[in-house]
């Protein structure tokens, strides 16, 4: 039997949240490692041959080739049934699209200038700005539930969380969010959680 196949790096919140979802539904996978150092012409041919846009991550299943984290946590809710916020497809979208332009975007890149681009400060300061309203945005969430669409964890809050891990090498101290902060426990104590370096570490993967 073919396993699926995800293929990842260790930096990538993106690829972290397909893997994660992964896991918490029990899906059986090769995580194939892709070192983003190199050009994108210059990186794992059977990476190169399948990649729509280049980037990480890319699944691929019995259904085709799916790039984009958000695309690809829908389709394994699709086919699993399973962490679609209490079968509310439509709001877990909604999620899924406001990550994908607000916190998948704004700490994302604020990490990325910090840590690895050495962006111009005012880059840096308007992407700070922007995650600083979109933690604004989110705490608002929890004075209400524990999780975005209820009382389980669904890929909305997989999503949404996913880079906020990360946080510290953005520069954001999360404990002036303590709502944010509590969610981001109760998540990380699910039962098959695991922190972004411990599941996208290359050791973890078939092959590099
Ligand atoms: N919108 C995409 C973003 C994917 C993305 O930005 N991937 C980064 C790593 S997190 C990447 O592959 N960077 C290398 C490159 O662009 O060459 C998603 O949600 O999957």
Known sequence: MTLPVLYGNRESGHSYKVRQTLVLLDVAHEYRYVDLLPPRAERRADFVAVSPY??????????????????????????????????????????????????GFSLSNLRFALRFAKEDPGVVAMLRRRTEADLDRLASEFDRRPYLLGEAPGVADISCAGYLFFADQAGIDLRRWPSVGGWLDRLAATPGWAHPYELMDSKSATSR
């Open 54 to 103: 280049g980037e990480v991550p890319v699944f691929i299943d019995e259904d085709g080739v799916l790039a984009q984290s958000n695309a690809i946590l829908l389709h394994l809710v699709r086919r699993s049934g399973r962490l679609g916020g209490g079968d509310d497809l439509e709001r877990t979208t909604q999620w899924l699209f406001w990550e994908a332009n607000r916190i």
